[in-house]
């Protein structure tokens, strides 16, 4: 069964630092997306990407994120300057129309700030 | 909020019973998806339920939709030590997804063998 791929699966990074989260989307899925989950809370969503920009996204995402797909197969995630409240496990997703069927996670990267 | 909210927050149950897991939500949606999350893994999609359906099965998962109530109910039946995980609940919007997901908190479930 086709799967979403998330690259590492665990980043520790010092507080300032740029951190790129990688994913690689099921090959005929259009949408992608990006969640995160702080430690005990709900699942978040940051942003959705179609067509090669960004199709909405939430408050979280704010200046300090950017999301790219450089190659027409990775997906990735950019936080410039990390702070310690970023450390969450971050999920990428994709799926083929919009919302209306089900989304297709990754196994998420957890993202430690120290 | 107008984010789903699961309830019960924490479920143990026996091997072999069912168990009923529920969803309330505050704004229409265009479908209602449950997620099942192991501990420290992804999210695995279980089942989604459209605005217009009533009730959906899935091997051994029931799901049921109350728009009037807004609410869903996920049943598991038979339930297996390999069932122990969260469960969330996420809606998607009138607009089809167009700002994603909203989860809610999740149920914890624990069978005991």
């Known amino acids: 069964e086709p799967e979403v791929t998330q690259t590492p699966s665990h980043q520790v990074t010092q507080m300032g630092q740029e951190v790129i989260l990688r994913c690689v989307p099921i090959?005929?899925?259009?949408?992608f997306y990006w969640y995160r989950q702080i430690l005990g809370q709900k699942v978040e969503f940051l942003v959705s990407?179609?067509?090669?920009?960004?199709?909405?996204k939430s408050e979280i995402f704010d200046d300090q994120f950017s999301v790219e797909r450089p190659d027409g197969s990775n997906f990735t995630l950019k936080i410039r300057s990390t702070k310690l409240e970023d450390s969450a496990m971050y999920f990428c997703?994709?799926?083929?129309?919009?919302?209306?069927?089900?989304?297709?996670f990754g196994s998420g990267t957890r993202l430690t700030v120290v | 909020s107008q984010q789903g909210e699961e309830d019960p927050q924490a479920l143990s149950i026996q091997e072999g019973e069912n168990a009923t897991m529920n969803c309330s939500y505050k704004?229409?949606?265009?479908?209602l998806q449950w997620y099942r999350q192991n501990s420290g893994r992804g999210l695995v999609h279980l089942i989604l339920?459209?605005?217009?359906?009533r009730e959906k099965h899935s091997g051994r998962l029931r799901v049921t939709l109350d728009t009037s109530k807004k609410s869903s109910s996920l049943l598991i039946t038979a339930s297996r030590a390999a069932d122990t995980a969260s469960y969330f609940c996420?809606?998607?919007?009138?607009?089809?997804?167009?700002?994603?997901?909203?989860f809610g908190k999740g149920t914890h479930l624990i069978i005991q063998p």
């Open positions: 704004t229409s949606i265009n479908n």
């Open positions: 996420a809606r998607v919007g009138i607009g089809g997804g167009a700002d994603g997901l909203t």
């Open positions: 090959s005929n899925h259009l949408y």
């Open positions: 339920i459209r605005s217009n359906e």
């Open positions: 990407f179609y067509n090669n920009e960004i199709s909405e």
């Open positions: 997703a994709s799926s083929i129309p919009r919302g209306r069927y089900g989304y297709t």
